[in-house]
DNA sequence: CGACTCATGTAATATGTTACATGATTAA
DNA sequence: TTAATCATGTAACATATTACATGAGTCG
């Protein structure tokens, strides 16, 4: 899948700039394109290029010009191809657990500083991204169904995070446990 | 952080060929580079450069000649001060809630169905990890308590499949019990 | 005999990030 | 007056994936 997708489906709800588009997605836990300006604006003039979308520009007083795109029926039926198809796995980094696997060389309270630092971080996190979440989250609402499936997208993001302190702080115990032998 | 630092890592152990490099990383579920031979290769050259690896080519007869790494006294100063990092936040890539995020125009049934197809796949993913956990996963165990970090660190990687099936199945009970509003 | 593993590497392509360039309006 | 927001885009670089190229040995 690809951030051609994720534009088709914003712009399925309502015709959208790529300005617009890039705030959306940098303010989404889950489109994971950070906002990128570059690959918003190039994926743009690439789906117009397939009739997916159209884009016409406003020009405005005192005001810069937008280039507003709107879904076309091609573009609707690709979406929705892509709905339709199969559901990728997840793909988790976490460059955390790789700097534990080599641990070893540090004492025990040294590791058990970094799993803390973790769990702290992680926390700072999920209390940000539950705070964005009540002040008010990108989610469409055009029927009870559409908001029930959000809520359902928004309590995964939270749940990971949940999953990963629960996960921090049994680590803590059982390596706070173990004699220190480092080397 | 880099697949430098993993190398660093995995070559503080024991010396490796880019090739052994290669089967470890594509094997483990968390050094997420794939076993990726050109980004080995390189990284490779690139470490022995900075003079944090030394390579030393073994010709054997009846065999391919193998380049064999080991780590130096430079790069075992490099890892640790690594290590001592603070500690980066997990990036998840799930393009299924994006998927999800605009299954507002299918019917009830289709979504459940990819939610269903969703869990399917995690479960698979999930018993398969497992399977290779029990059949031996690379993980060095000079000491008690390097065998514990290890533990925490594949048990990070259940656990991860774990909240994702959780969270399917719950999805799958809040979007069934929700009247086909589809457009 | 054909497929697989061992072993090194390169090339082409795709994707992602950071910074730059421009310029008007608005709010502190 | 300085910073932020609105709005478009490009350039340079970093990272990642897939495929190609080569060649010997082993296993069925």
Redesign the interface.
């Known amino acids: 899948?690809s951030i051609s997708?994720?534009i088709?489906?914003l712009l399925?709800v309502e015709p959208m700039t790529g300005y617009d588009l890039k705030k959306v997605m940098q303010e989404s836990p889950?489109?994971?394109w950070s906002g990128n300006n570059n690959q918003i604006y190039k994926a743009l003039v690439e789906l117009a290029g397939k009739g997916y979308v159209q884009g016409e520009v406003k020009h405005r007083e005192s005001a810069p010009s937008k280039k507003v795109y709107t879904i076309t029926k091609e573009g609707l039926v690709e979406?929705?191809c892509?709905?339709?198809?199969?559901?990728?796995?997840?793909?988790?980094?976490?460059?955390?657990?790789?700097?534990?696997?080599?641990?070893?060389?540090?004492e025990?309270r040294?590791?058990l500083a970094?799993l803390e630092?973790?769990r702290q971080?992680?926390a700072v996190?999920m209390a940000m991204e539950q705070a964005k979440q009540k002040k008010g989250r990108y989610a469409?609402a055009?029927?009870?169904?559409?908001t029930?499936?959000?809520?359902?997208?928004y309590?995964?993001?939270l749940?990971?995070y949940?999953?990963?302190l629960?996960?921090a702080s049994?680590?803590i115990e059982?390596?706070g446990g173990?004699?220190?032998?480092s080397?």
């Open positions: 899948m997708h994720a088709l489906g399925s889950f489109m994971h979406l929705k892509w709905l339709l198809s199969a559901p990728e796995t997840p793909e988790m980094k976490k460059p955390f657990l790789v700097q534990l696997a080599w641990s070893h060389q540090l025990t040294e590791i970094l630092a973790y971080e992680i996190q469409p055009r029927t009870a169904r559409e029930a499936i959000w809520n359902v997208i309590g995964n993001v749940r990971s949940s999953a990963e629960d996960w049994s680590a059982t390596i173990m004699k220190d032998e080397v």
